[in-house]
C-alpha cells in the first residue's frame, strides 16, 4: 500500500534568522519544499511507499527537485517538465511572533500550468491513499488538472485526504480563497486544517459547517498546542510536544504524514485509533520545527518512535 501526492513543487529560502520579515532577512537557505511533495518524503521516511504528481520548470532548479525526490525514494514518473514557465520560488522567514512571513515568485510557474493531460492516473491507480492540497486550486489550468486527478481517485476507491493550505497572497481575493478551498472539499474522506483555516473558511471554531458527504475525520491543528480530531460521533484532543523549535516550515505537512501513514497501519479499523493517530502526527510535526527547512527536517519513523519513547503520554 502506498500513497500518492499532487501538487506543487518549489524552492523554499529560508531567512537565515528568526523574529524578521523577509524583506529584512540578511540571508537565506535554499530547502526543498512544496507542501504535498512534503508530505510524499515524509511519507517515505515513516516507512510507506509514495508517488509525486506535478509540474515543474525545464530548469535547474525543477531538476534539482526532482533529483531530491528520487534521492529520497519517492516514485517521480508522475512529475513533468516544460519549458513554459519556471520552478516555482517562496522566501520564507519566522517572525517575531512565531508567524511565518512568505514572498511568492509564480507569475506563473511552471505547476500552475499543469494541465489535465499532464497528470499520470496511471500512477494514481496504483496507490490506497491520494493526497492534494489548494495551491494548485487557485487557476487554470492547474485547477482541471487537480480536479481531474481528484475525480479520477475517488472513482478508483482512493482514500483522498485534504489539505487546503491557506496562502491568502495567492489568491486574488479573501471570497476567491474561500471558495476554491471549499470547493476541494467534495470529494475528501480526510480533511486537515489549521485553527486559523478553519476560522477563515467558517467564521468560528465549529467544523460542523466543513462536512461533506463521505467525509470521515476532520482535524484541527492547533501549532504547538496539539491537535483535535472530529468523527461525526465524536472528538478528541491531543496536546502538542515541549521542543526547540527553529523552524516551522513543514509541520503541518510532516503532520499530515504522520496521520496518513497511520490509517494505512491500521487500515479499516483506523477510526478505532484515533487518539494514538493523533499524537503520532503530532510527533512528527514537532521534530519537524527543529531543525531549517522542510523536507531536510522531516523525521524517519525510527525517529518519531524515539521521541515517543522519550515523551510518554500522561
Given at each position: 500500500m502506498s500513497i500518492v501526492c499532487l501538487g506543487e513543487l518549489l524552492i523554499d529560502f529560508?531567512?537565515?534568522?528568526?523574529?524578521?520579515?523577509?524583506?529584512?532577512?540578511?540571508?537565506f537557505l535554499k530547502k526543498p519544499g512544496g507542501?504535498?511533495?512534503?508530505?510524499?518524503?515524509?511519507v517515505k521516511r515513516l516507512g510507506y511507499d509514495s508517488a509525486f504528481l506535478t509540474q515543474v520548470g525545464d530548469d535547474p532548479f525543477g531538476h534539482y527537485l526532482a533529483?531530491?525526490?528520487?534521492?529520497?525514494?519517492?516514485?517521480t514518473r508522475g512529475v513533468r517538465f516544460t519549458d513554459a514557465a519556471r520552478t516555482a520560488l517562496a522566501f520564507v522567514a519566522l517572525r517575531a511572533d512565531g508567524e511565518r512571513s512568505f514572498s511568492f515568485y509564480r507569475q506563473p510557474s511552471a505547476d500552475m500550468l499543469m494541465r489535465p493531460e499532464d497528470v499520470?492516473?496511471?500512477?494514481?491507480?496504483?496507490?490506497?491513499?491520494?493526497?492534494?492540497?489548494?495551491?494548485?486550486?487557485?487557476?487554470?489550468?492547474?485547477?482541471?488538472?487537480?480536479?481531474?486527478?481528484?475525480?479520477?481517485?475517488?472513482?478508483?476507491?482512493?482514500?483522498?485526504?485534504?489539505?487546503?493550505?491557506?496562502?491568502?497572497?495567492?489568491?486574488?481575493?479573501a471570497d476567491a480563497a474561500r471558495t476554491g478551498m471549499l470547493g476541494g472539499m467534495d470529494y475528501t474522506h480526510i480533511l486537515k486544517v489549521s485553527d486559523d483555516e478553519l476560522e477563515f473558511?467558517?467564521?468560528?471554531?465549529?467544523?460542523?459547517?466543513?462536512?461533506?458527504?463521505?467525509?470521515?475525520?476532520?482535524?484541527?491543528?492547533?501549532?504547538?498546542r496539539g491537535a483535535t480530531v472530529y468523527t461525526r460521533q465524536r472528538s478528541h484532543y491531543a496536546p502538542g510536544f515541549?521542543?526547540?523549535?527553529?523552524?516551522?516550515?513543514?509541520?503541518?505537512?510532516?503532520?499530515?504524514?504522520?496521520?496518513?501513514?497511520?490509517?494505512?497501519?491500521?487500515?479499516?479499523?483506523?477510526?478505532?485509533h484515533l487518539p494514538e493517530i493523533a499524537r503520532f502526527a503530532n510527533a512528527v510535526?514537532?521534530?519537524?520545527?527543529?531543525?531549517?527547512?522542510?523536507?531536510?527536517?522531516?523525521?524517519?519513523?525510527?525517529?518519531?518512535?524515539?521521541?515517543?519513547?522519550?515523551?510518554?503520554?500522561?
Open positions: 529560508v531567512a537565515l534568522e528568526s523574529g524578521v520579515g523577509v524583506g529584512e532577512a540578511s540571508g507542501a504535498p511533495a512534503n508530505v510524499a518524503v515524509a533529483g531530491v525526490l528520487k534521492d529520497e525514494g519517492v516514485e499520470a492516473l496511471d500512477v494514481i491507480d496504483r496507490q490506497r491513499i491520494f493526497h492534494f492540497g489548494s495551491i494548485t486550486m487557485i487557476s487554470e489550468p492547474s485547477r482541471s488538472a487537480t480536479l481531474a486527478a481528484v475525480q479520477h481517485a475517488h472513482a478508483g476507491g482512493k482514500l483522498i485526504s485534504y489539505d487546503p493550505n491557506l496562502r491568502l497572497a495567492l489568491w486574488s481575493s473558511l467558517t467564521g468560528g471554531s465549529d467544523v460542523a459547517p466543513l462536512w461533506r458527504d463521505g467525509m470521515q475525520v476532520i482535524i484541527v491543528t492547533h501549532g504547538a515541549r521542543v526547540n523549535t527553529v523552524d516551522t516550515t513543514g509541520a503541518g505537512d510532516g503532520f499530515v504524514a504522520g496521520v496518513l501513514v497511520r490509517l494505512l497501519d491500521y487500515g479499516d479499523d483506523f477510526a478505532d510535526g514537532a521534530i519537524t520545527t527543529t531543525e531549517f527547512g522542510a523536507i531536510p527536517a522531516l523525521p524517519t519513523r525510527a525517529a518519531v518512535e524515539a521521541f515517543l519513547r522519550a515523551n510518554p503520554a500522561d
